[in-house]
């Protein structure tokens, strides 16, 4: 497998397949290059992502310490939008005041949008410069790695569970599983539903960014390859400037999609956690 | 979808991550936000207060000008009423002095007229003396008919 990584043009399938694998260490499929165990780490999403988190608390410290209230610099300024725009989300779904909700949305908002935008860094770049060191696969986006927005979700979904049992108290949350759809004569399908509903809300959140974050980066390495499979030939001259023209296309309507995802996250982690801090209504 | 350390480990990141931003950004940032809301509403406050001070100073100052004109035109009355009294004194003392001088005129001509017929008197005498002198051609002594000439002068 590894050997096809300097030849990726050889095979359509293979190239793609290549470029959707994360480095496995640990208990890993040898030949698919799977987690197949619970000891295995994606050693590219951990970097990124990690990196992406050193760099955002790296300016954090930096700004958060030369914060000037009169005067605020180009970047303070820029800084000072988005933590508005956040607030203001917050402000605007989130009812009642939990001084949690808002550093995490905004840490939702910067980290996911930083991990999503490792996307628009041209697909063959760092796998390349990773080939060169050594490095047979590299997944460069974490949020095209489900593990990075299960994560993300399942630690939205525990604080969800804690703030209901904590707000509403065990013996409200239990009932809203009890009585909550259909009232009290359909108790079997109220549980049901009920549980449905609530693991829905880890799951789309997950599998959302994760979704559209894969499906961006196919969609880049569907343009990739255009050139790739005219690489011998005259067509290269009318074929190389449409990937140009494509890749350009799907990367300026892909900065709207990265935003929006991060966004969509950001305030559905909001709402979902409001509605944890909301008393059951009654049925 | 396997449950795995990398999962663990961005929960971890995440969480670690949440911990950061809050303590390290967000925290200071409210702060200085909260601290400028604070500053200009508390400027917009001072800018009502003082707007509200100048409508009353306004307002002092137009109750202080209407004073000043009132008294303004008392002054002026009263300017006008002592300069009609002035000129009605004037009036007064003017006539008495006209009556004065006319009297005083009045009694000098008399007293010119007076001297006049007393000169004219005399002349008569001496007139009539040199008359009679003339008719009678002889010198006529004034010492001998003097009663009888004064006699005449005190007739015309």
């Known amino acids: 497998m590894s050997e096809s990584a300097q030849n990726s043009g050889g095979g359509t399938v293979e190239y793609i397949q290549h470029h959707l694998t994360n480095i496995c260490v640990g208990d890993c499929d040898p030949?698919?290059?799977?987690?197949?165990?619970?000891m295995s780490l994606h050693l590219d999403t951990i970097f990124f992502s990690f990196a992406l988190a050193a760099l955002i608390i790296l300016v954090s410290a930096r700004l958060g310490k030369n914060l000037n209230a009169d005067k605020p610099g180009g970047f303070q300024n820029f800084v000072e939008m988005i933590v508005d725009f956040v607030a203001q989300q917050v402000r605007d779904t989130f009812p009642?005041?939990?001084?949690?909700?808002?550093?995490?949305?905004?840490?939702?908002?910067?980290?996911?949008?930083?991990?999503?935008?490792?996307?628009?860094?041209?697909?063959?770049?760092?796998?390349?410069?990773?080939?060169?060191?050594?490095?047979?696969?590299?997944?460069?986006?974490?949020?095209?790695?489900?593990?990075?927005?299960?994560?993300?979700?399942?630690?939205?979904?525990?604080?969800?569970l804690y703030y209901n049992f904590k707000v509403k108290g065990a013996a409200a949350y239990g009932k809203s599983f009890l009585f909550h759809p259909f009232g009290k004569f359909l108790m079997p399908i109220n549980i049901v539903m009920t549980a449905i509903e609530e693991l829905a809300k880890p799951l789309s959140l997950g599998l959302r960014l994760f979704g559209n974050m894969f499906a961006g980066e196919l969609v880049f390495l569907l343009i990739a390859l255009i050139g790739g499979s005219a690489a011998?030939?005259?067509?290269?001259?009318?074929?190389?400037?449409?990937?140009?023209?494509?890749d350009l296309g799907w990367l300026i309507f892909h900065i709207l999609v990265i935003t929006l995802q991060a966004f969509i996250f950001m305030v559905l982690s909001i709402v979902y956690l409001g509605m944890a801090h909301t008393e059951a209504e009654e049925h | 979808m396997n449950i795995t350390l990398t999962l663990i480990a961005q929960m971890a990141a995440f969480i670690a991550l949440i911990y950061f931003v809050?303590?390290?950004?967000?925290?200071?940032?409210?702060?200085?936000?909260e601290a400028r809301q604070k500053k200009i509403a508390d400027g917009l406050a001072a800018a009502e207060k003082g707007k509200h001070e100048q409508e009353l100073a306004e307002k002092n100052a137009m109750q202080k000008i209407s004073e000043a004109k009132a008294q303004a035109t008392e002054i002026v009355s009263q300017a006008q009423r002592r300069s009609n009294e002035i000129v009605e004194e004037s009036k007064i003392t003017a006539r008495e002095e006209a009556s004065r001088i006319i009297t005083a005129a009045n009694s000098e001509i008399e007293q010119e007229i007076n001297r006049a017929k007393e000169t004219l008197r005399k002349d008569v005498s001496a007139i009539?003396?040199?008359?009679?002198?003339?008719?009678?051609?002889?010198?006529?002594?004034?010492?001998?008919?003097?009663?009888?000439?004064?006699?005449?002068?005190?007739?015309?």
């Open chain 1, 31 to 38: 030949i698919t290059h799977k987690a197949s165990g619970f």
């Open chain 1, 96 to 160: 009642g005041h939990n001084p949690l909700i808002a550093p995490l949305a905004l840490t939702i908002f910067v980290w996911v949008w930083l991990m999503n935008f490792m996307d628009l860094i041209p697909v063959d770049l760092l796998p390349l410069i990773g080939s060169f060191l050594g490095i047979t696969y590299l997944k460069v986006v974490p949020t095209t790695d489900l593990n990075t927005t299960m994560a993300m979700s399942l630690t939205v979904f525990a604080l969800i």
């Open chain 1, 232 to 246: 011998i030939g005259f067509g290269l001259f009318f074929i190389l400037p449409l990937q140009a023209l494509l």
């Open chain 2, 22 to 33: 809050n303590s390290l950004l967000w925290k200071p940032m409210s702060e200085v936000l």
């Open chain 2, 128 to 156: 009539a003396l040199a008359g009679a002198s003339k008719i009678l051609k002889k010198e006529v002594d004034a010492k001998a008919h003097a009663s009888l000439l004064n006699d005449l002068a005190a007739q015309i």
